[in-house]
């Protein structure tokens, strides 16, 4: 399997809850390896263009509020199979589907402020860490 990268975000309801540790340490301990990290206060702009892809659907407009409503945790992660490992360690997107242990079951307060982004494949990884990292704020 080879070593790879995605795109995660500690979302709003996380950092207010001062969770940015607790799922970080979920990350490593499920072998990925932060390799940038900035914590920001993303734009009405930044969301919608982050989001673009869901701007047919009805929550858009909720979701894009609830991504501006507080300081987001941006990161580069890095391991074997990148995108596969985010994505199970963060679980299903709403938390009352979400398997036990994983980020979204033990820290998610809705199907909305679910605490976690995951890129959904390679493809898309590259475009989301392009959206949000110089290549220099990236250091592997
Ligand atoms: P995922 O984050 O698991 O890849 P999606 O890409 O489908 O899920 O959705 C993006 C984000 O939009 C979700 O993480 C969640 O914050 C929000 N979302 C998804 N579905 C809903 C919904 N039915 N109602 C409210 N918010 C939603
Ligand atoms: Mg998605």
Redo the contacts with the bound molecule.
């Keep these: 399997m080879a070593v790879t990268r995605t795109f995660s975000i500690i979302?709003p309801d996380a950092t207010r809850r001062n969770l940015t540790g607790g799922v970080t340490r979920m990350l490593e301990e499920a072998g990925l390896c932060v390799i940038a990290s900035k914590r920001i206060q993303m734009s009405r702009q930044q969301a919608e263009g982050f989001?673009a892809?869901?701007k047919e659907?009805p929550?858009f407009g909720?979701?894009v509020a609830?991504m501006t409503s507080g300081p987001v945790v941006v990161q580069v992660l890095e391991g074997e199979d990148a995108v596969k490992r985010n994505r199970d360690i963060?679980g299903?997107?709403?938390p009352a589907d979400a398997a036990e242990g994983t980020i979204r079951k033990t820290y998610a307060e809705?199907?909305?402020?679910?605490s976690a982004?995951?890129s959904?494949s390679e493809e898309n990884a590259k475009i989301e860490i392009d959206f949000f990292f110089k290549p220099e704020e990236i250091v592997g």
């Design positions: 979302k989001y892809v869901h659907r929550f909720d979701l609830f963060m299903a997107t709403n809705s199907i909305e402020a679910n982004h995951g959904d």
